[in-house]
């Protein structure tokens, strides 16, 4: 089984299915990341992409940002910048952005501000171990790779939601009954990015993956998107 997350309001949106193509899934969202650690632990799922960087730099930007963002073209700015792993902890964006600035010479982004809680989230959980299984992956570097293409349009848009399904639907045969199903706390464009970040994690595991970046941090995770 393989998995694909990215957070949203309540949490975070799972998609779980067999690592073939085109098998039946499943969609759930969870409050926190600790029911997907306690199944990949326990061999439940064989490996889980997620949208949220994983390896963190001392200063400066991240190579697997740079090439992501190379990458998707005109949607390069959905790849927000990974912070340094000086600003987590931070309380409050000014602080954040007075952490970013010492170690790197540049402010965060109010964007990677927003996500901060949900690095932490992973980052405490992170082992050299549980990164073979579970990778960071980026629903809009694994669409274009996906269609051969990067997407046209926002993904909020109507006509992004529609070459989203249309892409993911020649891989997960039931993507339009989840998008089209109402999750308090998660909005229909979650679902299809964690869609995405599922067909990353089938093609991690089958081998068949693009890795961007591949950097070491300090404390020997990977810093990388599957592609």
């Excluded at 199944?39 to 889980?48: F, H, K």
């Amino acid at each position: 089984m393989i998995g694909g997350l990215d957070g949203c309001r309540a949490g975070w949106v799972l998609v779980t299915g067999p690592a073939e193509d085109n098998g039946a899934t499943a969609v759930v969202v969870v409050p926190d990341i600790t029911p997907v650690i306690a199944m990949i632990d326990e061999g439940e799922l064989a490996a889980v992409g997620i949208d949220i960087p994983i390896g963190l730099p001392e200063r400066g930007s991240r190579r697997c940002d740079i090439e992501a963002r190379r990458l998707i073209g005109a949607r390069r700015s959905s790849v927000f910048p990974a912070p340094a792993r000086a600003v987590l902890g931070a309380p409050t964006f000014e602080e954040a952005n007075r952490r970013a600035r010492e170690v790197s010479g540049r402010g965060i982004s109010r964007q990677a501000f927003n996500i901060l809680p949900k690095i932490e989230e992973v980052d405490l959980v992170m082992t050299n171990e549980r990164q073979q299984v579970l990778v960071e992956a980026h629903p809009e570097a694994s669409l274009a790779a996906l269609a051969g293409t990067p997407m046209a349009h926002h993904k909020a848009s109507p006509e992004g939601r529609a070459e989203r399904l249309a892409v993911l639907r020649t891989t997960f045969r039931h993507v339009d009954d989840h998008v089209a199903g109402r999750r308090p706390g998660a909005r229909p464009d979650d679902v299809l990015d964690a869609f995405a970040t599922a067909w990353s994690a089938r093609r991690w595991l089958a081998g068949t993956h693009r890795q961007l970046g591949g950097d070491v941090d300090r404390r020997g995770l990977r810093m990388e998107i599957i592609v």
